[in-house]
Nanobody, 115 residues
């Protein structure tokens, strides 16, 4: 099992920025995919961004051009830089790791964007 701990959430005004961090309990270069998902109240969890082991990234259309996912293998940490935040970005953000057919999740961090 990979333990994932998210941090960096909080309250920000629309147009502002936040950087989320996801610290993993094992070397992340062995993990096939690491990603960020979010879940707003009453909504299903949705993909925000993913980064594969080879560095390939994938983004939801709603965040393209505003969010950037990156991974620091030396620190076993994945980041989500969120710029030009909108009220509709308000959600609990979860980090996940996919490897060897398994998927592990962090506990989530709340992001609230006020208008």
């Amino acid at each position: 099992q990979v333990l994932l701990v998210e941090s960096g959430g909080g309250l920000v005004q629309a147009g502002g920025s936040l950087r989320l961090s996801c610290a993993a309990s094992r070397v992340i270069f062995t993990l096939n995919i690491m990603g960020w998902y979010r879940q707003a109240p009453g909504e299903q969890r949705e993909l925000v961004a993913q980064v594969q082991r080879d560095g390939t990234t994938n983004y939801a259309d709603s965040v393209k051009g505003r969010f950037t996912i990156s991974r620091d293998n030396a620190k076993n940490t994945v980041y989500l830089q969120m710029n030009r935040l909108k009220p509709e970005d308000t959600a609990v953000y979860y980090c996940n790791a996919v490897y060897l057919g398994k998927t592990d999740w962090g506990q989530g961090t709340q992001v609230t964007v006020s208008s």
